[in-house]
DNA sequence: GTAATTGCAAAGGTTTTGCAAAATA
DNA sequence: TATTTTGCAAAACCTTTGCAATTAC
């Protein structure tokens, strides 16, 4: 799930619309590849000529998110953050800048699900991870 | 850093004062041991009989958190969440019920946090790790 | 034409802020 | 007494909801 015209194509194989507002914030996921924020969405398709209600944001992120499209993370900030629910990653928050980077680890977590099973009896379905630190630049930057 | 009166001297070292808010929500946190909203932290100490505002909750989490005796927690749900800062951990939310259960994993994740200074050169210093999935009650019953 | 989607306005919930009053040391 | 802390009220955000108008199919 990789192309914005094979996103669609699976919506509109389940029978759902394409709409102006749809395929626009799937691009913009696509695009900038990084989690980004109900608000943020709104005001970077705003600068880009495409002013959504806040409502129709939410809405369609809600729909996405059924719909497997989109996943939800959830950050330091007030608001969540939303990326394309694309290969299994965790992220790389930068706590100067706010930036966020995918990284993709081995499957260690495997282990420890099960671990977590047969001692805990906690049936694990999915989990998330976030590292918070400096990124490179960053780090230089209050290194020298 | 586990009990109660530890917490107040060190703030007290640190030229804080103690006050029946401050003390409270250390009380409440220590007790309870899961991670709490401050809409709960208000509604709890209030059906005990302490009604503070919810100015006065929001104001002392962000002052317990600079001085290192609270962290922060994100979740699912709207609010954030906020626990007592000892003894790393991490989460087992169960998706059912909402009961959150500590889990303490090995030091596997510093091997994945040298890893990734040397392959993207961002520095890691604190990472969230949640498991959701069924706890032992909910798994059950929706087995049987 | 029918049903899904949108915009608007209003409301709900969480979190923050200014300022005067109260409490701590 | 000098600061810190608190309460109150108001506001700032983020997010959701109802309803009528619009749009996609």
């Known amino acids: 799930m990789e192309d914005g015209r094979q996103i669609l194509s699976k919506l509109k194989g389940k029978g759902h619309r ?7 914030i799937i691009d913009l996921l696509l695009q900038d590849r990084k989690p980004l924020t ?18 129709t944001v939410y809405r369609e992120l809600i729909f996405l998110r059924a719909n497997d499209i989109v996943r939800q993370v959830k950050f330091a900030g007030k ?9 299994h990653h965790h992220h790389l928050v930068c706590m100067k800048c706010n930036s966020v980077k995918d990284v993709v680890l081995g499957k260690h977590l495997e282990h420890h699900e099960r671990q977590i099973y047969e001692k805990e009896k906690f049936k694990v379905v999915s989990h998330s991870l976030e590292f918070y630190g400096l990124c490179r630049n960053c780090y230089r930057g209050s290194a020298t």
């Open 38 to 55: 109900a608000p943020a969405i709104c005001a970077l398709l705003s600068s880009r000529g495409l002013a959504l209600n806040r409502a």
């Open 79 to 87: 608001a969540t953050h939303y990326e394309i629910n694309s290969g």
């Open 18 to 24: 394409i709409t102006k507002a749809r395929s626009a």
